[in-house]
């Protein structure tokens, strides 16, 4: 009965916990992985269509490592053109200062140190 609560406990702690950007890399290359294989594609395929070489797709799904210039053109191969274009489009906040601060600064083209 103990591990059980252990196990829960231990489950809900890794939903809070920070990911690395390593894992983030590591979960993109996952899901990029398994969307490649979903739709019957392999890896020399891929990296033709994207005009990426065939050691840089391996790498990526291996390791997590892939260069945004790599990225892009794999991203759009398997039909992720939006999804890639749009991931910074809208602002994502925490509290109500931060999306006073972000509605402050719509518009502007820089941002300036409160250093003087």
Do not use: H
Request: hydrophobic share 40%; glycine share 4%; charged share 30%.
């Amino acid at each position: 009965m103990e591990d059980s609560n252990t196990a829960n406990i231990l489950s809900v702690l890794d939903a809070f916990t920070m990911e690395t950007s390593g894992d983030i890399a590591m979960k993109l290359a996952r899901d990029f992985r398994q969307r490649r294989i979903e739709k019957g594609v392999t890896r020399e395929q891929i990296a033709r269509m994207a005009k990426v070489p065939t050691s840089n797709v391996a790498r990526f799904e291996q390791k997590g490592l892939i260069s945004l210039s790599n990225l892009i053109p794999l991203a759009t191969a398997l039909g992720y053109t939006q999804e890639v274009k749009n991931i910074f489009q809208s602002p994502k906040y925490a509290t109500m200062e931060e999306l006073t601060l972000i509605r402050r600064n719509m518009g502007k083209k820089r941002a300036y140190s409160d250093k003087k």
